[in-house]
């Protein structure tokens, strides 16, 4: 069974930084990763993607301010958010898209950018 589990999330001020690690155990090959954030009374987000190939995307709210990466064994994803401000406030998601094409999500981590 495979399994994903997030951590790093916290409370920031605005203009700081903050980096989100996600990992993955399990048998598996995973063809992409990303990164999705949720805030109250609105639906699931993508923040930035992984596909094969190290090739990444950026949705245009992060872009230049947030980095997704992963590791030589693709089991660990990790997003750098840099200059955080009040509206990155949510509850970041990972997700690992794993053979048979299945969606495999992290439980969430809180990231609250407040001053």
């Known amino acids: 069974q495979v399994q994903v589990a997030e951590s790093g999330g916290g409370l920031v001020q605005p203009g700081e930084s903050l980096r989100l690690s996600c990992a993955a155990s399990?048998?598996?090959?995973?063809?992409?990763m990303a990164w999705y954030r949720q805030t109250p009374g609105k639906e699931r987000e993508l923040v930035a993607s992984?596909?094969?190939?190290?090739?990444?995307r950026y949705t245009d709210f992060v872009k230049g301010r947030f980095t997704i990466s992963t590791d030589k064994a693709r089991r660990t994803v990790k997003l750098q958010m840099n200059n955080l401000n009040p509206e990155d406030t949510a509850v970041y998601y990972c997700?690992?898209?794993?053979?048979?094409?299945?969606?495999?999500w992290g439980q969430g981590i809180l990231v609250t950018v407040s001053s």
């Open positions: 997700k690992f898209v794993i053979q048979g094409y299945r969606d495999i």
């Open positions: 399990g048998n598996f090959a995973a063809y992409a």
């Open positions: 992984m596909a094969g190939g190290g090739i990444t």
